[in-house]
């Protein structure tokens, strides 16, 4: 069975820290990897995909992806309270179009 | 960007009762739509895959009679709670994809969910 690991949480840091949050994977074939954002109550929002080896910036957040390790990271810079939310890593395996969500980790950013 | 549109957003049922949910993509064609369902504080649960013109493919331990899904065009996927009971309350959520192909990188856009509480 294809699995997304992800800590629950939650992660909590002060307002403008930056905030790490990890994923691993089991299937070594997956091929793209996202990052969504739930606000509670709220269904997800896409933040970041990333599909090759190495680092990607988008404003405040970097996706980071070591597919040797089976590792997926998003760093949030100048963290916000309107950052805390859920932040669910979702895994497309090869072959198939359809991800495989984490059970998300829950950020807190306090003032 | 890829709009989807989900309703209603909240829907109270007496039990024994059939609830309909809408999911539709707005400016888009999506031959797939997944439907999803999350209960408090836990992490999506994919419940179907909706293909148009088909039948859709329900994930393992999931009650094709009881959850009915049709996706009859291109742009619309409905999901149908039959006989509602308490324990079908829960947050069901739709998708669809947008752009890619099977080996392509592809994203999904959700809707805005679907609270549903079962008296």
């Known amino acids: 069975q294809k699995e997304v690991e992800q800590n629950s949480g939650p992660l909590s840091v002060p307002e403008g820290a930056i905030a790490s949050l990890n994923c691993t994977y089991s299937?070594?074939?997956?091929?793209?990897f996202f990052w969504y954002r739930q606000y509670s109550g709220k269904s997800p929002e896409l933040i970041m995909s990333i599909y090759s080896n190495g680092d990607k910036e988008d404003g405040r957040f970097t996706a980071q992806l070591n597919k040797a390790s089976q590792y997926v990271s998003l760093l949030i810079r100048d963290s916000q309270p309107s950052d805390s939310a859920t932040y669910l890593c979702a895994v497309k395996p090869g072959g198939s179009y359809i991800p495989t969500f984490g059970r998300g980790t829950s950020l807190i950013v306090h003032p | 960007g890829a709009v989807v549109s989900q309703h209603p957003s909240r829907v109270i049922c007496k039990s024994g009762t059939s609830v309909k949910i809408e999911c539709r993509s707005l400016d888009f064609q999506a031959t797939t739509m997944f439907w999803y369902r999350q209960f408090p504080k836990k992490s999506l649960m994919l419940m179907a895959t909706s293909n148009e013109g088909s039948k859709a493919t329900y994930e393992q331990g999931v009650e094709k009679d009881k959850f009915l899904i049709n996706h009859a065009s291109l742009t619309l996927s409905t999901l149908t709670v039959t006989s509602a009971h308490p324990e079908d309350s829960s947050f069901y959520i739709c998708?669809?994809?947008?752009?890619?192909?099977?080996?392509?990188?592809?994203?999904?856009?959700f809707g805005a969910g679907s609270r549903l509480t079962v008296l």
């Open positions: 998708s669809a994809r947008v752009g890619g192909t099977v080996s392509g990188a592809n994203v999904l856009t």
């Open positions: 299937d070594r074939g997956s091929q793209s």
